[in-house]
C-alpha cells in the first residue's frame, strides 16, 4: 500500500461527506461549498487515477483535460452564487425548501 | 516506499476529513468557511504531494476564490437553519452506494505516484482561452439576466 492510495481512501471519504453534506443542508451557501469539496474529490481522483494507472499515457494531455475541469467547476460556482444573490434580494432567504414559492 | 511519506498523507487526510465534517456540522457559516477553507487547502496539499504541481496550483487558486466569494457574501446571507432529519434510510444507503463504488478501483492494485511534470500539453492555451471565453460569456449573460429581472 503506497501513500497514494492512502490519498485515494481519504478522497472517497470526503466525497461521501461532500454528498451527506448536499442531502442534509438546507443552507445554500453550505451546500456550494460541499459542491465545490466533491468537485475538487473527484477530479483528484480522477487524476490520479488516469495517471498512475496508465490508461493516458500523455501526462501534459491528462493534466490538461483536469485543469479544464476544474476551470468548469469553478464557472458553474460563479453562475450558482450569482442566482443564490439575486434569490436572497428578491426573497430575503435562502433555504432550499422556500424555493417552492418561485413556482408560478 | 518512503515511512515519511505515508505518515503525511495519513496526517493530511485525517485533518482534511476533521474539517470537512467541521464545515458540514456547524451551525454557523462563518466557522463552516473556516472548516471549508482548511478542507480545500489541505486537498492542494495532496494534490503537490502526489507529483502533480499543475493541478495544486490551479485547484488551490480556484479554492481561495471561491473562499473569497462565499466570505463576501456569507454576511448578507447569515441565518442559522435547521437541518434536515440526516439519518433516516435512504442517506445512510446513498452514502454508503457511493463510497462502495468510488472504494472499487483503489482495491484494485497499489497504485504509484505519476511522474513528476512541470509541463503542460501545447493545447492546454486554447482550451484554457475557450473556457475563459465561456465563464466570461456566461457571467455577462447572468449580468442580463439580473438587470432584467431588477426591472420588473
Known amino acids: 500500500m503506497t501513500y497514494v492510495n492512502v490519498y485515494l481512501a481519504g478522497l472517497v471519504v470526503l466525497t461521501a461527506i461532500s454528498v451527506y453534506g448536499i442531502l442534509s443542508s438546507r443552507n445554500w451557501v453550505k451546500i456550494l461549498m460541499c459542491l465545490e469539496v466533491l468537485g475538487l474529490s473527484l477530479i483528484f481522483i480522477a487524476s490520479l487515477l488516469s495517471l498512475s494507472l496508465n490508461s493516458i499515457s500523455n501526462i501534459g494531455a491528462a493534466q490538461t483535460y483536469l485543469v479544464v475541469l476544474v476551470a468548469v467547476d469553478s464557472g458553474i460556482l460563479g453562475v450558482l452564487i450569482a442566482v443564490i444573490y439575486v434569490l436572497f434580494k428578491k426573497m430575503g432567504r435562502i433555504e432550499v425548501d422556500k424555493l417552492s414559492e418561485l413556482k408560478g | ?152
Not at chain 2, 2 to 13: G, W
Not at chain 2, 50 to 59: E, Y
Not at chain 2, 60 to 74: D, N, Q, R
Open chain 2, 1 to 152: 516506499m518512503n515511512p515519511v511519506d505515508l505518515i503525511f498523507s495519513v496526517i493530511v487526510v485525517v485533518f482534511s476529513i476533521v474539517s470537512l465534517l467541521y464545515a458540514v456540522t456547524s451551525k454557523r457559516l462563518q466557522r463552516a468557511l473556516v472548516g471549508f477553507l482548511a478542507c480545500t487547502v489541505l486537498m492542494c496539499i495532496a494534490i503537490a504531494h502526489t507529483n502533480l504541481p499543475v493541478l495544486a496550483i490551479v485547484a488551490l487558486s480556484i479554492a481561495l476564490g471561491t473562499f473569497v466569494a462565499l466570505a463576501a457574501i456569507s454576511p448578507m446571507m447569515y441565518i442559522e437553519t435547521r437541518e434536515r432529519g440526516v439519518w433516516s434510510y435512504i442517506l445512510p444507503l446513498v452514502i454508503g452506494l457511493v463510497l462502495l463504488v468510488l472504494i472499487l478501483p483503489i482495491l484494485v492494485r497499489p497504485i504509484h505516484p505519476p511522474q513528476l511534470s512541470w509541463s503542460l500539453d501545447p493545447f492546454v492555451s486554447v482550451l484554457l482561452l475557450a473556457h475563459g471565453l465561456f465563464i466570461v460569456v456566461t457571467a455577462f449573460t447572468m449580468r442580463l439576466i439580473i438587470r432584467e429581472g431588477e426591472k420588473i
